[in-house]
Structure formats: structure tokens, C-alpha cells
């Protein structure tokens, strides 16, 4: 199996993508943070479903960190995801910061909205680096598709937001969230966790599946939710950030069913060094694990 190219300058990404639109090839995007697991690769493999050629971007981007967040330790393991990327990726682009962001770089892209709240609220700054950084990645590549996982569903409407408020010339593709056979969603960030805490930490899959069934049964979402939380203290999960139910798009806090209005029930939970984050869909089958 052959290793991805790999282009760290925006110029010579930009070379190589016009070679390949010279040819008449399509071109996929997945942007990652590296640590690449299951559930990036997941992403890669649906890009070239779609796409004849499939560009992989990791860049750990300090403008999505909040201070007190866990940039300098966040795992960084290029050599590995190069190999695990294979032949399934063309290229990884991999800039470094001075790339990204040059000296005197003063910009940034707010998208307010489905932004508020949540990991918003959690994390002050976070959204804002998240779109300035997907926006910088979007107009380098020029990609057709850009794909994203539902892992981040907050993230996801962010960027669909993002990239319909500023007529972006792409499409953005959304891909189910990948879990462990018990149903962690897998993270980059799991491998803070001690063995014993991931036991406790697939936990939450459940607790949120039997929440979000009863969500799609019953109307007094206010009860449900206090009842869910209050078994996922007890299940060993006392750490709970937010669990609530939402509008899918715009990620306003939902009281209760309404038409026509797709709801996700959102979670956040801090469990030994990691924040745990899963969301579910609100609707009548339970959603299978996906592996
Ligand atoms: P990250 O490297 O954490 O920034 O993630 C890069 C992309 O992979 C984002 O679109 C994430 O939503 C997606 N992703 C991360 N974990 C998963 C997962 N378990 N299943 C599906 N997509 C994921």
C-alpha cells in the first residue's frame, strides 16, 4: 500500500489540486486535527465515494482552543496517520502555523446562530476558530465536497451554515458518527482515558438511546430530560455539561415535539480528563451502532 502525498505550503496544494481539475478530476475534503481514527477514515472513504480524488487536511488549529483547553497536549501523530490514510487519501495537507496564519493575520469569521450555546458557551472562541479555519481551508483546496462528521453536530451546523450564509461554491457531506461495538463514539480524545473509564464512558451511548427513544414516545421532554440525567449520574456519569434536546439546524433548546422540526439530543460530559460529546437523532428507531 502506497503513503498519501504530503504538501504542507497552500501553494503547492493548490498546484496539485489544479492538476487534477486540469484533468477533469473532482476533488473531496476532510478536514481533521489528525490523531486519525475509525471515524476520520470513515469520512475518507465515503470522499471517495464521491470524488475521484480525496484530499486529507490536519491541522491542530490553536484558534479553536480556548485557553484553557488542551492544545499543547493534543495528540499529534503525523507519521501514523499518514500510514493509516494508505492509499485512501491522495494527499494530506498538513500546514504548520506560520502557514496558516502569517504574521499580522487579524481575521476572523463569526457565524452566530447555531454557534450559541453548547459547545459555544463551553468553549468562548471556539465556533469562531472553527469557521475561520474551515473557511481558510475551503477557499486553499476549492474542494467540490467537504465532509464532516455527525460526532460534531454542533460543528456541522455551523459549517452548513457558514458555508450557506457566504455562498460557498461546495457541497458539504454529513457522515453518521462511527462507534466501538459498544457504542463509544470514537475520539481522538478517548485516549486520555484510563481503561476503567471507558467502561464507564460507554455508558453514555445508552443512557442517551434509551433519552432520545423517549423523546420520540412521549411529549414532557422537560421530565424526560431531568430523569435521563439523573440516571446517567447514577450510571457513574455525574459530570453532565448539558444534555438537551434541540433543533437539529439551529440548535435552539427545544421544550417539547414541534412539526416539521427535526430535534438531536445534544450531550456534554466531563469524565477524569475528557469531555465526552454524542448526540443522537429524536425519532421513533432507536439508531443502530455503527461501526
Ligand atoms: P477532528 O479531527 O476531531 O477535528 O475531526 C475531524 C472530522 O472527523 C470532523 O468532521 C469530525 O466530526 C469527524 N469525526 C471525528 N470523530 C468521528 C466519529 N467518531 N464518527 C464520525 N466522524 C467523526
Redo the contacts with the bound molecule.
Sequence with gaps: MSLPDIVTSVADLRARVAAWRRAGESVAL???????????L??VRRGREIARRVVVS?FV?PKQFAATDDFGRYPRTEARDRALLGDAADLVFAPGPADMYPEGFASAITVEGPSEGYEGAARPGHFSGVATVVAKLFLQCAPDVA??????WQ??QVVRRLVADLDLPLQVVA?????DEAGL?????NAYLAPEEIAVARRLNFGLREIAGALARRADWPRILDEGRARLAEAGLPGIDYVDAVDAETLRPMPGPVAGRPARLLAAVRLGAVRLLDNMPVEADAPAI?R
Design positions: 476532510v478536514p481533521t486535527m489528525g490523531a486519525l481514527h475509525e471515524g476520520h470513515a469520512l490536519i488549529n465532509l464532516f462528521g455527525e460526532k460534531d460543528q456541522l457522515h453518521p458518527t462511527v462507534r463514539a470514537l475520539s481522538s480524545r455503527r
